[in-house]
Nanobody, 120 residues
């Protein structure tokens, strides 16, 4: 059974940094891409950053220059380094993976989410 588990959320002051991690486990044949989304209270879930199997990255305009997504293919993990955090970055951050599981179909999988709160 495929699982995505996030870690690294917490409370940080404006201007601070946090690093989120997401680990994929289970019988996985191919991971096509892994992404970070976030959802703030009362708002829709939005895409934050994407990294493809080839290493290409895409960022939301609101986080460009502040956030960096990286991937360890061997460990099936991605990370999101978040610098110069702003109160507007407060949200639950979700890991998403587009993957092909053993014996299954290509699908999107979600982690349980990790809370990031930016406040003084």
């Amino acid at each position: 059974q495929v699982q995505l588990v996030e870690s690294g959320g917490g409370l940080v002051q404006p201007g601070g940094s946090l690093r989120l991690s997401c680990a994929a486990s289970g019988s996985i044949l191919v991971i096509y891409s892994m992404d970070w989304y976030r959802q703030a209270p009362g708002k829709q879930r939005e895409l934050v950053a994407v990294i493809t199997t080839g290493g290409s990255t895409t960022y939301a305009d609101s986080v460009k220059g502040r956030f960096t997504i990286s991937r360890d293919r061997a460990k099936k993990t991605i990370s999101l380094q978040m610098n110069n955090l702003e109160p507007e970055d407060t949200a639950v951050y979700y890991c998403n993976a587009d993957l092909l599981p053993l014996g299954g179909s290509r699908s999107a999988y979600w982690g349980q989410g990790t809370q990031v709160t930016v406040s003084s």
